[in-house]
């Protein structure tokens, strides 16, 4: 696992992604700012109403307004006070606001970008890892981050503000006292980056156990049939307890030493108070010190030390906020691996394509097509046949640009495919995928998926062309019938058919399907060919197919042979050959 490899410093690295918030970052420190002075003027306002009191006339207020008047400096007081009242409470709501308009602006941002820099993520990166774990990077880390800056940035300022003010406030009393008051910041401050060095790797493997647990979920519940069909719920319940058991332990772990901050803290918070109650108290009594201040920095100690036990939670906070904006940059910053070329082909698309001495294979796996030359001439049905794991899906991977090869190349319309950019290479192709993907959404909506503004005609003659509108229209509300999350109430030959209807709307110059009719019976797929057979009038169309009898009629058939080309030829030619394909097909005939 790598989840400890990344950034350095990953919120600073984030937050240079994010400078475009400063203005907003610098409204919420400002109100934030204005809020904890406000906060602290009542204390002070305590300490002269005392000070009036006990001193009467001569008392700091009295001098500094003017004012003989006991009774008139109270009001002036109160007055004041309702005054800072209303300050501090306006500026509590505004900041509240920016600092949440704040981290749900960068959290918004960066679930968007993220999510984006996946979906152009290579199909090798994707197939390498579950799901599931990019789903929690996603989402639970960009909440964490989002919860971070939305509660732990703001008291980690608030917590500093205090200390800066309440400082402020006892030098200005008495520099003995705040020497003494102060005594258990230091403390408090090696004690959170003596925890926080500790914390930092207890919560990436909070993030890390998570990670694995939405993978095991997502991968159990894409699986749900199997998992009943071999009555294995107890067994994926004990797995799932088993990564539960590891996530709960880890944020034990981490909750149980970012928690035992928190005595100490209250530690070092006796022995301030404690000191200035004592000292305070002796220094008043000699009259070194007023009354009316002696007041002010007992309740100043509670406010500047009680506070500090918080800094417990916002360690917790802070370090799941860096844990998940490691995870979260890592995402951001993974290579594409297959990049998009800028050549654009002349339209319209003619659909020639060529492989030349096309060697490949997966990340750093074994070769699996071993110098693969084959040429496809513009509006020709090529077929490519052989033994199941000889290399068909790879070599159609290849011709859509998923994977570039390891040597060789694949030419459409004379150009080399990484030359081009993906409107112009996928742009021209219509793909039917070995497993089809149904969105949800209505019929017509999954049809016209890679052409939105299809009108319901095209849609409906697309439909026709993949001998699909037969089924459709006799769906409850035909064209306009919802389709579950993934399509659960079509059958899988019904699946096949709306995902060529689908290819063919986009009216592709080539045509790529992989087993896309492996799911229907003979009727059905004599129906498809029909319609296949008019679509590919005047188009390229690269078939892979197991049952021969599909592709007898095609220009051209591949026979593929542990990643070799084994054979090529017509239908009637590789009989004549008497090699592979002669003895794939009568076995599939029944002749043999
Ligand atoms: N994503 C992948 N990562 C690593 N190896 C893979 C991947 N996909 C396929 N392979 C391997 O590549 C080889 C060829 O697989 P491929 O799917 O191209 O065969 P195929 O001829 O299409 O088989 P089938 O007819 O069963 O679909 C197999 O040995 C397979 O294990």
Redesign the pocket.
């Known amino acids: 696992m790598t989840a400890l490899a990344g950034p350095d410093r990953p919120l600073s690295a984030l937050w240079e992604r994010h400078r475009r918030y400063r203005g907003r970052l610098v409204a919420a420190v400002t109100m934030s700012t204005i809020n904890k002075v406000a906060d602290v003027v009542p204390e002070l306002l305590i300490g002269a109403a005392v000070d009036v009191v006990v001193r009467g006339t001569d008392s700091y207020v009295g001098t500094l307004l003017g004012v003989e008047s006991r009774y008139a400096q109270l009001g002036w007081l109160a007055a004041i006070n309702v005054v800072v009242w209303v300050i501090e409470s306006l500026s509590q709501y505004v900041a509240d606001v920016l600092w949440r308009g704040l981290a749900q602006g960068i959290e918004h941002d960066l679930r968007v970008e993220a999510y984006d820099h996946a979906q152009h993520l290579d199909m ?1 990166w994707h ?1 390498g890892r579950a799901s599931g774990t990019t789903l929690a990077t996603l989402n639970d880390d960009v909440n964490q981050l989002e919860r971070f800056l939305d509660v732990g940035a703001p008291a980690i300022l608030q917590t500093a503000l205090n200390v800066v003010l309440v400082g402020a406030v006892f030098a200005a009393a008495s520099g003995q006292l705040f020497v003494l008051a102060f005594l258990p910041i230091p403390l408090v401050i090696a004690g959170s980056l003596l925890f926080q060095r500790r914390l930092e790797p207890l919560y990436a493997r909070v993030r890390e156990t998570v990670g694995d647990l939405s993978g095991a979920l997502s991968a159990n519940l894409a699986g749900i049939a199997t998992i009943k069909a071999f009555t294995a719920e107890a067994r994926e319940r004990d797995r799932i307890a088993v990564l539960s058991t590891a996530y709960r332990q880890a944020n034990v772990d981490a909750i149980r030493s970012s928690a035992a901050f928190v005595p100490l803290v209250r530690m070092a918070i006796l022995a301030g108070f404690t000191c200035t109650l004592l000292f305070g108290g002796w220094a008043t009594l000699r009259g070194d010190l007023q009354v009316g201040a002696y007041s002010v920095l007992v309740f100043m100690t509670q406010r500047l030390l009680w506070p500090l036990t918080e800094v417990a939670t916002v360690l917790d906070l802070y370090q799941r906020g860096r844990a998940s904006a490691g995870r979260i940059l890592r995402l951001l910053d993974e290579p594409v691996t297959v990049p998009a070329g800028a050549g654009v082909l002349q339209r319209p698309v003619r659909g020639a394509v060529e492989l030349r001495g096309v060697r490949a294979g ?2 750093e ?1 074994p070769e ?1 097509l071993h110098g693969i030359d084959m040429v496809i001439p513009a509006g020709e049905t090529h077929a490519i046949v ?10 159609l991977r290849l011709v859509l640009r998923f994977d570039d090869p390891r040597q060789g190349a694949v030419i459409l319309d004379g150009r080399d495919v990484r030359e081009l950019d993906w409107d112009s290479l996928r742009g021209s192709m219509g793909y039917v995928a ?1 497993d089809v993907y149904i969105f949800s959404g209505s019929v017509a909506d999954n049809i016209a998926y890679g052409r939105p503004d299809a009108s319901r005609e095209e849609i409906r003659e697309a439909a026709v062309a993949a001998a699909a509108v037969d089924f459709i229209e006799a769906l409850p509300e035909g064209f306009d019938s919802h389709l579950g999350e993934r399509g659960v109430n079509l059958s899988g030959g019904q699946r096949q058919r709306v995902a060529l209807a689908r290819a063919l709307l986009r009216d592709p110059a080539v045509l790529v399907l ?2 896309a009719t492996s799911a229907v019976d003979n009727e059905t797929e004599a129906a498809i060919q029909a319609s296949l057979r008019r679509a590919t009038l005047d188009r390229t169309a690269i078939v ?1 197919a ?1 049952r021969l009898s599909t592709v007898r009629h095609a220009h051209r058939i591949w026979v ?1 042979d542990a ?1 070799r080309v084994a054979e090529a030829g017509t239908h009637d030619e590789l009989l004549g050959a008497e090699g592979i394909y002669a003895s794939l097909w009568k076995v599939q005939t029944g002749e043999l």
């Open positions: 090798s197939e997966y990340g796996g699996i052989g033994a199941t794991g000889s290399g068909k899906s790879t070599l070995q992989d087993e892979v197991h593929l990643g």
